[in-house]
Nanobody
Framework: QVQLVESGGGLVQPGGSLRLSCAAS????????TGWYRQAPGKQRELVAT???????NYANSMKGRFTISRDNAKNTVYLQMNSLRPEDTAVYYC?????????????WGQGTQVTVSS
């Protein structure tokens, strides 16, 4: 059973920074891709950033240039560095991981971490 545990959320002022971490219970090398989604109150969950096992990254347009996703395979951890935060970045941020086993695909999710951007 794969577990993903997020940390690093909190309250930050506009323009500030936070770094989120997502620690996996096993090797993240088993995952074809990992990344982050977020969900604000009353809105659908949306993609934030992804990183593949080849370390190819992808960002939602509104996060480009402000957010950076990275991974540390030795620590089985994925990070999301968030800079220049805006009030509209307020949301619960979820870590995810995708694993392919034979012809099947498995998606795993963390429990989420709250990020609040407010003065």
């Amino acid at each position: 059973q794969v577990q993903l545990v997020e940390s690093g959320g909190g309250l930050v002022q506009p323009g500030g920074s936070l770094r989120l971490s997502c620690a996996a219970s096993g090797s993240i090398l088993r995952f074809a891709s990992t990344g982050w989604y977020r969900q604000a109150p009353g809105k659908q969950r949306e993609l934030v950033a992804t990183i593949t096992i080849a370390e190819t990254t992808n960002y939602a347009n509104s996060m480009k240039g402000r957010f950076t996703i990275s991974r540390d395979n030795a620590k089985n951890t994925v990070y999301l560095q968030m800079n220049s935060l805006r009030p509209e970045d307020t949301a619960v941020y979820y870590c995810y991981a995708t694993e392919y086993r034979g012809a099947g695909r498995l998606d795993y999710w963390g429990q989420g971490t709250q990020v609040t951007v407010s003065s």
